[in-house]
């Protein structure tokens, strides 16, 4: 019997058996996102997030979502889609001190001075989702107090937050954590099944806030001063993830179908 369970949404639309979902063709991502090269090998778009040059004005988080309504305070960020991100420091603590950092409402009007670049990246809806900041060198130190935040899965690179997460599923698994940031880094990998080869290469780099923490380091919470080189495996799956979880349009399939889950992943 097909595994195909659903209808095709859009005329030009294929099954993914792999990932038991209809997907649109491979297609090259937005231009002002990333940059690309066709790899004529694998038949494929290779892409890398375009990032500021300087590592301070930058960073890749993770955050939980909630479907969209009147309330959301970030219902403008991240938002073509049904869902609006919400940080987990809300989420673990009730605590808007996120939004006080980097919202500004005037005239009933929601904006975000501080930062001056925002999109997805990663689009796990409704798990989460994975975004990509700038902002402005007047306000770098607000930013930097984000970075600092617990629980909050925030890092300069986007291969030093896939080691976050890999940790805080550790500690899920291994410590029997129960937080929601643990638990949700947990679903993402059963989700994306990282091969091992590239968790191995992640495991190579150094530790982050949380492996740290593990280890016994006092300054867990304090960033490095410069940034792990990315392993070359990771750049080629990243690319992938990009591409198979990237932003939806609105009113377009989600991009996961959690019935299929595996139970594990490589740890």
């Not at 231009?31 to 590592?55: A, G, H, L």
């Not at 940031?181 to 989700?191: D, P, S, T, W």
């Not at 806030?209 to 392993?231: C, K, T």
Request: hydrophobic share 35%.
């Amino acid at each position: 019997m097909s595994e195909i369970d659903t209808e095709r949404p859009f005329a030009d639309w294929v099954w993914n058996p792999n990932r038991h979902k209809w997907q649109y063709p491979n297609i090259q991502l937005p231009t002002s996102k990333f940059n690309s090269e066709w790899d004529e090998v694998d038949n494929k778009w290779i892409s890398e997030c375009q990032i500021n040059p300087n590592r301070l004005l930058r960073g890749f988080q993770l955050w939980g979502v909630e479907e969209k309504n009147d309330n959301s305070s970030f219902g403008k960020a991240c938002s073509t889609t049904e869902y609006a991100i919400k940080s987990m420091q809300e989420i673990t603590h009730g605590d808007k001190g996120i939004d006080q950092l980097v919202i500004s409402t005037e005239n009933n009007e929601v904006t975000f001075p501080i930062i001056t670049k925002h999109y997805t990246v990663i689009d796990l809806a409704p798990l989460g989702v994975i975004s990509y900041s700038e902002t402005a060198e007047k306000t770098l130190d607000a930013f930097q107090t984000v970075y600092g935040m617990h629980p909050q899965c925030t890092s300069r690179t986007i291969h030093e937050l896939f080691r976050l997460i890999i940790e805080w599923a550790y500690g899920y698994t291994e410590f029997q954590n129960t937080e929601p940031m643990a638990k949700l880094c947990h679903n993402i990998l059963q989700i994306v099944q990282m091969p091992k080869n590239v968790r191995d290469d992640l495991i190579g780099i150094r530790p982050q806030q949380v492996g740290r923490f593990i280890l016994g380091d006092a300054s867990a919470l304090q960033e490095y001063d410069i940034e792990a080189e990315m392993p070359e495996s990771f750049r080629l799956w990243i690319s992938d993830a990009y591409y198979d979880y990237r932003e939806r349009n609105k009113g377009f399939p989600i991009n996961i179908n959690q019935s299929y889950a595996h139970l594990s992943y490589p740890m």
